[in-house]
Nanobody
Framework: QVQLVESGGGLVQAGGSLKLSCAAS????????MGWFRQAPGKDREFVAL????????DYTDSVKGRFTVSRDNAKNTVYLQMNSLKPEDTAVYYC??????????????WGQGTQVTVTS
Protein backbone atom coordinates (compact mmCIF):
# COMPACT_ATOMS: atom_id res chain seq x y z
CA GLN A 1 0.00 0.00 0.00
CA VAL A 2 1.25 3.45 -0.84
CA GLN A 3 2.37 5.68 2.02
CA LEU A 4 1.39 9.32 1.61
CA VAL A 5 2.82 12.37 3.40
CA GLU A 6 1.15 15.76 3.10
CA SER A 7 2.92 19.06 3.69
CA GLY A 8 2.74 22.76 2.91
CA GLY A 9 -0.09 23.86 5.16
CA GLY A 10 0.04 26.92 7.37
CA LEU A 11 -1.64 30.05 8.62
CA VAL A 12 -2.65 32.59 5.99
CA GLN A 13 -4.93 35.58 5.73
CA ALA A 14 -8.03 35.51 3.56
CA GLY A 15 -7.07 36.10 -0.05
CA GLY A 16 -3.70 34.48 0.39
CA SER A 17 -2.22 31.38 -1.20
CA LEU A 18 -0.67 28.10 -0.18
CA LYS A 19 0.69 25.15 -2.12
CA LEU A 20 0.26 21.71 -0.63
CA SER A 21 2.34 18.69 -1.53
CA CYS A 22 1.60 14.99 -1.26
CA ALA A 23 4.65 12.78 -1.49
CA ALA A 24 4.39 9.04 -1.89
CA SER A 25 6.61 6.16 -0.94
CA UNK A 26 6.41 2.36 -1.30
CA UNK A 27 4.62 2.70 -4.62
CA UNK A 28 4.70 4.86 -7.68
CA UNK A 29 1.76 7.21 -8.15
CA UNK A 30 2.03 7.42 -11.91
CA UNK A 31 -0.68 4.81 -12.55
CA UNK A 32 -3.09 6.16 -9.95
CA UNK A 33 -5.78 8.81 -9.90
CA MET A 34 -4.99 10.97 -6.89
CA GLY A 35 -7.24 13.18 -4.85
CA TRP A 36 -7.23 15.81 -2.17
CA PHE A 37 -9.70 15.78 0.69
CA ARG A 38 -10.22 18.02 3.68
CA GLN A 39 -11.82 17.83 7.08
CA ALA A 40 -12.92 20.90 8.98
CA PRO A 41 -13.55 20.78 12.74
CA GLY A 42 -16.82 19.06 13.49
CA LYS A 43 -17.42 18.11 9.87
CA ASP A 44 -16.99 15.02 7.76
CA ARG A 45 -14.02 14.65 5.46
CA GLU A 46 -14.94 15.90 2.00
CA PHE A 47 -13.60 15.61 -1.53
CA VAL A 48 -11.72 18.64 -2.83
CA ALA A 49 -9.97 17.76 -6.09
CA LEU A 50 -8.65 14.91 -8.20
CA UNK A 51 -6.21 14.40 -11.03
CA UNK A 52 -5.99 11.37 -13.26
CA UNK A 53 -2.76 9.48 -13.70
CA UNK A 54 -1.34 11.54 -16.55
CA UNK A 55 -2.96 14.78 -15.49
CA UNK A 56 -5.31 14.75 -18.45
CA UNK A 57 -8.41 15.16 -16.31
CA UNK A 58 -8.96 17.21 -13.18
CA ASP A 59 -12.09 17.73 -11.15
CA TYR A 60 -12.98 19.95 -8.22
CA THR A 61 -15.69 20.41 -5.70
CA ASP A 62 -17.77 23.46 -6.60
CA SER A 63 -16.60 25.58 -3.68
CA VAL A 64 -12.96 25.61 -4.86
CA LYS A 65 -13.40 25.80 -8.63
CA GLY A 66 -11.46 28.70 -10.08
CA ARG A 67 -9.35 29.04 -6.92
CA PHE A 68 -7.59 25.69 -6.48
CA THR A 69 -5.45 23.85 -9.02
CA VAL A 70 -4.36 20.23 -8.67
CA SER A 71 -1.25 19.04 -10.47
CA ARG A 72 1.27 16.23 -10.33
CA ASP A 73 4.87 15.43 -11.09
CA ASN A 74 5.09 11.70 -11.65
CA ALA A 75 8.88 11.86 -11.87
CA LYS A 76 8.90 13.14 -8.29
CA ASN A 77 6.05 10.88 -7.22
CA THR A 78 4.28 13.95 -5.87
CA VAL A 79 0.88 15.57 -6.21
CA TYR A 80 0.22 19.24 -5.51
CA LEU A 81 -2.69 21.48 -4.62
CA GLN A 82 -2.23 25.17 -5.37
CA MET A 83 -4.75 27.13 -3.34
CA ASN A 84 -5.38 30.78 -4.21
CA SER A 85 -7.89 33.34 -2.96
CA LEU A 86 -8.22 31.39 0.25
CA LYS A 87 -11.30 31.90 2.41
CA PRO A 88 -11.87 31.22 6.10
CA GLU A 89 -14.18 28.37 5.12
CA ASP A 90 -11.18 26.62 3.53
CA THR A 91 -9.78 26.08 7.01
CA ALA A 92 -9.33 22.33 7.49
CA VAL A 93 -6.84 19.52 7.64
CA TYR A 94 -6.01 18.52 4.08
CA TYR A 95 -5.25 14.96 3.07
CA CYS A 96 -4.38 13.14 -0.12
CA UNK A 97 -5.38 9.63 -1.11
CA UNK A 98 -5.80 7.44 -4.11
CA UNK A 99 -9.29 8.16 -5.41
CA UNK A 100 -11.92 6.55 -7.61
CA UNK A 101 -12.40 9.09 -10.42
CA UNK A 102 -16.09 8.23 -10.86
CA UNK A 103 -17.33 8.13 -7.27
CA UNK A 104 -14.65 10.56 -5.99
CA UNK A 105 -14.31 8.34 -2.96
CA UNK A 106 -10.95 7.51 -1.40
CA UNK A 107 -9.55 4.07 -2.10
CA UNK A 108 -7.43 3.53 1.00
CA UNK A 109 -8.97 3.38 4.45
CA UNK A 110 -5.80 4.60 6.11
CA TRP A 111 -4.81 8.25 5.93
CA GLY A 112 -1.64 10.23 6.41
CA GLN A 113 -1.27 12.85 9.11
CA GLY A 114 -2.63 15.56 6.86
CA THR A 115 -1.54 19.18 6.77
CA GLN A 116 -3.38 21.96 8.60
CA VAL A 117 -4.59 24.97 6.64
CA THR A 118 -5.90 27.89 8.65
CA VAL A 119 -7.31 30.96 6.94
CA THR A 120 -8.00 34.05 9.03
CA SER A 121 -10.42 36.79 8.09
Amino acid sequence: QVQLVESGGGLVQAGGSLKLSCAASRRTLSALTMGWFRQAPGKDREFVALITRNGEVTDYTDSVKGRFTVSRDNAKNTVYLQMNSLKPEDTAVYYCNVVDPFSKRPIYNSWGQGTQVTVTS
